[in-house]
Nanobody, 115 residues
Framework: QVQLVESGGGLVQAGGSLTLSCAASGSIFSINAMGWHRQAPGKQRELVADITRGGSTNYADSVKGRFTISRDNAKNTVYLQMNSLKAEDTAVYYC?????????WGQGTQVTVSS
């Protein structure tokens, strides 16, 4: 089994910053992709950003230039630095980790941006 622990969500004013982290533990042999998705009320869950083991990144157009994803392979941890936050970034953010082709989701962390 793989356990994911997310942290870093909270309430921030528009224009502010937050950093999310997600640490994986348990039966980990090899972590492939790591990433963040989010789900706003009444909307479908959507990809925010992901990163391969080699460090290649992919971002949703809505966050390009504002969010940065990174990972520490030694710590099995993925980070999401979020700058210039907007009200529309308000959502529950979920960590996704792929371990030997099997996806695992975090429990979600709330990010609320007040305008």
């Amino acid at each position: 089994q793989v356990q994911l622990v997310e942290s870093g969500g909270g309430l921030v004013q528009a224009g502010g910053s937050l950093t999310l982290s997600c640490a994986a533990s348990g039966s980990i042999f090899s972590i492939n992709a790591m990433g963040w998705h989010r789900q706003a009320p009444g909307k479908q869950r959507e990809l925010v950003a992901d990163i391969t083991r080699g460090g290649s990144t992919n971002y949703a157009d809505s966050v390009k230039g504002r969010f940065t994803i990174s990972r520490d392979n030694a710590k099995n941890t993925v980070y999401l630095q979020m700058n210039s936050l907007k009200a529309e970034d308000t959502a529950v953010y979920y960590c996704l980790v792929v371990v030997t082709a099997r996806p695992y989701w975090g429990q979600g962390t709330q990010v609320t941006v007040s305008s």
